[in-house]
């Protein structure tokens, strides 16, 4: 059974893409079909963090308008098996994307993968509405700011009002809260909301905090997926949640400054 | 081998001068006509006229269609149809024997800035149905109607470019997002086109910076256009419709002065100069 999951925030730049890229990357590496769909068309940048740019030759808007069809568009990853991306266009608007043209290409791509990721844009505009509508789980990546908190709790509203499966009366959309850019020492300094703060606004369960990482700009800067980088605390974050997805109980990490050696702490004016 | 038929039926496309009405009545519309070709006899002698219906009021007199017709003849026009209009005029003018003709766009303009006039030469239109009246792009056409990346068959590619008609040159950088379409005809950039642009041509491609969007040549599946770049760093090049991703393009060849051209179904990279 195939399951279409939006990744969305009602801010930008919180990590959509980055948590769409490892989100998928990590469903593929477990063996799961899985595709990626980049919803954010005139700005797309996931095909940049996947390291899949130079081999876009039609995006989702073509298939919609019929000059391609989904095969001639779907990329298939070089690193990992399983793993395909439908990449965005960047001449065309928003307005490209219709809501009949994305149910099409979401019925077809639910034939043949298990995991459909959806990177949606930010905001609570047309874009991002046709990525969320037509979601089974939706994942609300959120920063430790309050602005940010409350956008995305914007965006949970929509879900719970404006989603095919609020319209059909179904089950609700499941919704994760992926906690992204988080730096322990700053919360415990009162710089940066608490993720019970968080919890305590937004109500939904918890999927992963990610911690701030000079990795993920690097990854990302390289177009690799931050979860393949094992060394790296955001990309074993990523894996952890991936994990918690697919419904294991793993406990969180990274919610407390990491402890700093015997070494690092007599240096630390020197560093 | 000789054809039994004797004749062929081809769909093109011709230019044709409108006459957007302001008024139905010949008596009104005739001697001001005449007064203008007065003053240049030669211009309109013998021209096709299409009749624009878009201008005429609903609630005045019914237009006078056979009449304006027969005064148009007399002044060595030729009516042969009308165009845009309510569906009552349109039938007022088909009694009086006026071909319909689908609404095509704007682009001569007897009285606009000869500047504009000259931007916008007669497309040659290679395998495009049949209208009776077509514009040429504007001058950054961005959102231009579908300009495919996938050529559409051409029923027969005839050489893209006629005789006078000229490129469409682009000075500004093309950014992320930008796209540019030459209709029927060639395209000049002069600056740099970056990566997530697009600079697409019916006919050729010339990149006098460095090129590093998306380069499509022979859109409308001329085989013989061709790309050329002072430096060569594409994300896709595509002529009639067969391309190469940046991955499929030999790593020697990026950052050179280079020609690109179709040979058979195979795609060609020559080093220029």
Same mark, same amino acid.
């Given at each position: 059974?195939?399951?279409?999951?939006?990744?969305?925030?009602?801010?930008?730049?919180?990590?959509?893409?980055?948590?769409?890229?490892?989100?998928?990357?990590?469903?593929?590496?477990?063996?799961?079909?899985?595709?990626?769909?980049?919803?954010?068309?005139?700005?797309?940048?996931?095909?940049?963090?996947?390291?899949?740019?130079?081999?876009?030759?039609?995006?989702?808007?073509?298939?919609?308008?019929?000059?391609?069809?989904?095969?001639?568009?779907?990329?298939?990853?070089? @690193? #990992? !098996?399983?793993?395909?991306? &439908?990449?965005?266009?960047?001449?065309? $608007?928003?307005? *490209?994307?219709?809501?009949? %043209?994305?149910?099409?290409?979401?019925?077809?791509?639910?034939?043949?993968?298990?995991?459909?990721?959806?990177?949606?844009?930010?905001?609570?505009?047309?874009?991002?509405?046709?990525?969320?509508?037509?979601?089974?789980?939706?994942?609300?990546?959120?920063?430790?700011?309050?602005?940010?908190?409350?956008?995305?709790?914007?965006?949970?509203?929509?879900?719970?009002?404006?989603?095919?499966?609020?319209?059909?009366?179904?089950?609700?959309?499941?919704?994760?809260?992926?906690?992204?850019?988080?730096?322990?020492? @700053? #919360? !415990?300094?009162?710089?940066? &909301?608490?993720?019970?703060?968080?919890? $305590?606004?937004? *109500?939904?369960?918890?999927? %992963?905090?990610?911690?701030?990482?000079?990795?993920?700009?690097?990854?990302?800067?390289?177009?690799?997926?931050?979860?393949?980088?094992?060394?790296?605390?955001?990309?074993?974050?990523?894996?952890?949640?991936?994990?918690?997805?697919?419904?294991?109980?793993?406990?969180?990490?990274?919610?407390?400054?990491?402890?700093?050696?015997?070494?690092?702490?007599?240096?630390?004016?020197?560093? | 081998?000789?054809?039994?038929?004797?004749?062929?039926?081809?769909?093109?496309?011709?230019?044709?001068?409108?006459?957007?009405?302001?008024?139905?009545?010949?008596?009104?519309?005739?001697?001001?006509?005449?007064?203008?070709?007065?003053?240049?006899?030669?211009?309109?002698?013998?021209?096709?006229?299409?009749?624009?219906?878009?201008?005429?009021?609903?609630?005045?007199?019914?237009?006078?269609?056979?009449?304006?017709?027969?005064?148009?003849?007399?002044?060595?026009?030729?009516?042969?149809?009308?165009?845009?209009?309510?569906?009552?005029?349109?039938?007022?003018?088909?009694?009086?024997?006026?071909?319909?003709?689908?609404?095509?766009?704007?682009?001569?303009?007897?009285?606009?800035?000869?500047?504009?006039?000259?931007?916008?030469?007669?497309?040659?239109?290679?395998?495009?149905?049949?209208?009776?009246?077509?514009?040429?792009?504007?001058?950054?056409?961005?959102?231009?109607?579908?300009?495919?990346?996938?050529?559409?068959?051409?029923?027969?590619?005839?050489?893209?470019?006629?005789?006078?008609?000229?490129?469409?040159?682009?000075?500004?950088?093309?950014?992320?997002?930008?796209?540019?379409?030459?209709?029927?005809?060639?395209?000049?950039?002069?600056?740099?086109?970056?990566?997530?642009?697009?600079?697409?041509?019916?006919?050729?491609?010339?990149?006098?910076?460095?090129?590093?969007?998306?380069?499509?040549?022979?859109?409308?599946?001329?085989?013989?256009?061709?790309?050329?770049?002072?430096?060569?760093?594409?994300?896709?090049?595509?002529?009639?419709?067969?391309?190469?991703?940046?991955?499929?393009?030999?790593?020697?060849?990026?950052?050179?002065?280079?020609?690109?051209?179709?040979?058979?179904?195979?795609?060609?990279?020559?080093?220029?100069?």
């Amino acid at each position: 059974m195939s399951e279409v999951v939006v990744v969305t925030s009602g801010k930008g730049g919180v990590g959509k893409t980055t948590t769409s890229a490892a989100l998928a990357t990590g469903l593929a590496m477990r063996g799961h079909k899985t595709v990626v769909v980049d919803f954010d068309v005139g700005l797309r940048n996931l095909d940049l963090i996947m390291g899949c740019e130079r081999r876009v030759v039609f995006d989702i808007i073509n298939v919609i308008q019929g000059e391609a069809n989904l095969k001639q568009a779907l990329i298939r990853d070089k @690193r #990992v !098996e399983n793993l395909w991306i &439908l990449p965005a266009s960047q001449t065309r $608007d928003k307005d *490209a994307l219709t809501r009949e %043209g994305v149910e099409a290409i979401l019925n077809e791509l639910r034939e043949t993968f298990d995991y459909i990721v959806c990177d949606s844009p930010a905001g609570i505009e047309r874009g991002a509405h046709l990525a969320l509508y037509f979601a089974d789980r939706a994942i609300v990546v959120t920063n430790p700011e309050v602005s940010s908190v409350r956008d995305s709790d914007r965006i949970l509203g929509v879900l719970a009002s404006r989603s095919k499966r609020a319209e059909d009366g179904l089950d609700p959309v499941k919704e994760h809260l992926l906690l992204t850019r988080y730096d322990a020492a @700053r #919360v !415990e300094r009162g710089e940066m &909301l608490k993720v019970e703060d968080v919890q $305590d606004i937004l *109500a939904i369960p918890l999927l %992963g905090i990610v911690p701030e990482s000079s990795s993920v700009l690097q990854a990302s800067n390289q177009g690799v997926p931050v979860i393949l980088e094992d060394a790296s605390t955001a990309g074993r974050a990523y894996a952890d949640a991936v994990g918690r997805f697919l419904g294991e109980d793993i406990p969180h990490r990274f919610l407390s400054p990491e402890k700093k050696g015997l070494f690092s702490r007599l240096f630390r004016g020197a560093a | 081998m000789a054809s039994s038929q004797p004749f062929a039926i081809r769909g093109t496309n011709f230019n044709m001068v409108v006459l957007q009405l302001r008024d139905g009545a010949p008596d009104v519309v005739l001697p001001a006509l005449e007064r203008l070709i007065q003053q240049s006899p030669a211009f309109l002698r013998d021209s096709p006229v299409v009749l624009g219906l878009d201008d005429l009021k609903a609630e005045g007199r019914q237009p006078d269609f056979a009449g304006l017709a027969e005064g148009l003849r007399g002044l060595r026009l030729v009516p042969v149809g009308t165009t845009g209009g309510s569906g009552i005029l349109r039938q007022a003018a088909a009694a009086a024997g006026l071909a319909q003709l689908s609404k095509g766009q704007q682009l001569f303009r007897p009285k606009g800035n000869a500047a504009a006039a000259a931007e916008t030469p007669p497309p040659a239109a290679p395998a495009a149905p049949v209208a009776p009246v077509v514009a040429a792009p504007p001058p950054v056409a961005v959102p231009e109607p579908e300009p495919q990346p996938t050529a559409l068959p051409a029923a027969e590619s005839e050489p893209s470019a006629e005789p006078g008609q000229t490129a469409l040159v682009i000075t500004q950088p093309l950014r992320a997002g930008a796209r540019v379409y030459a209709k029927g005809r060639d395209v000049i950039c002069i600056a740099t086109v970056n990566p997530g642009a697009e600079i697409i041509a019916d006919g050729h491609v010339h990149v006098y910076g460095t090129l590093r969007g998306r380069a499509i040549a022979g859109a409308a599946g001329f085989e013989g256009a061709r790309i050329f770049a002072l430096n060569f760093d594409p994300e896709l090049v595509s002529i009639a419709g067969l391309y190469r991703v940046r991955d499929d393009l030999d790593p020697a060849m990026i950052g050179q002065r280079l020609l690109v051209s179709l040979q058979g179904d195979e795609m060609r990279l020559t080093p220029l100069g």
